[in-house]
């Protein structure tokens, strides 16, 4: 696609409910990151992707979180047993992954997920 | 420990006025340094890269200076508009090896006509 895609667009769960929030990165582009932005405060970064393999798993918040990535493509951040502080926006972005650093990371416009 | 700051208190200036956005950072030395976007309800959008050996860079109305003595990045909207009202971000690569962007909190620009 054009750009980075996330789904569900907003998604509304239960407490203690598994939730899968998808990200779709840009073609081509080997790195993957996931970010959680709560409300009224700043990206949290959560996961890294260089093709398929996450180096630093150290962001993640609790072993209630996992992520994987297949085919160097499409990402898949599960979240188990869901909290009410686990409500935020669950932000995708991919890179090209080239060396030298992150370079311009492009983002999808994010998840919003309500834990009631 | 590794920190970045952004003023978190908004930013109001007069459209046509240039706006001045600022950056620190703490106990690190990094290769490079981004600015973003970010409309409510958006994803950040980004604006600039700066590497430790350029001082300035500038891109249209934008100019971002990176001072590595200071530690600090300031970020300037020239002859500003309503439409640049928005929240900007700075991010560093926290251990340089281009896996760990991190954004500080960002600051809230409000350009009144």
């Known amino acids: 696609g054009a750009g980075v895609s996330q789904s569900p667009s907003n998604k509304v769960t239960e407490k203690g409910k598994d939730v899968e929030l998808r990200c779709d990165p840009i073609s081509g582009h080997t790195a993957l990151y996931w970010y959680r932005q709560s409300l009224g405060q700043g990206l949290e970064f959560l996961i890294y992707f260089q093709g398929n393999s996450a180096p630093d798993k150290s962001g993640l918040p609790s072993d209630r979180f996992s992520a994987e990535r297949t085919g160097g493509s499409v990402s898949t951040l599960t979240i188990q047993r869901t909290q009410q502080e686990d409500s935020a926006v669950y932000l995708c972005a991919s890179s090209l992954g080239l060396g030298g650093g992150a370079g311009e990371l492009f983002f999808g416009e994010g998840s919003r997920l309500t834990v009631l | 420990s590794q920190k970045i700051e952004q003023n978190s208190e908004a930013l109001n200036i007069q459209e046509g006025k240039t706006a001045t956005l600022t950056c620190n950072y703490t106990?690190?030395?990094?290769?490079?340094l981004q600015w973003y976007r970010q409309d409510p309800g958006r994803g950040p959008v980004f604006l600039l890269l700066?590497?430790?050996?350029?001082k300035e860079k500038r891109k249209e109305r934008l100019k971002v200076t990176f001072d590595t003595t200071l530690k600090q990045s300031l970020f300037h909207i020239t002859a500003s508009q309503p439409a640049d009202s928005a929240t900007y971000l700075c991010a560093l690569d926290m251990n340089n090896a281009g896996n760990m962007l991190t954004f500080g909190g960002g600051t809230r620009l409000m350009v009144k006509p």
């Open positions: 106990n690190y030395s990094p290769a490079y």
């Open positions: 700066i590497r430790e050996n350029e």
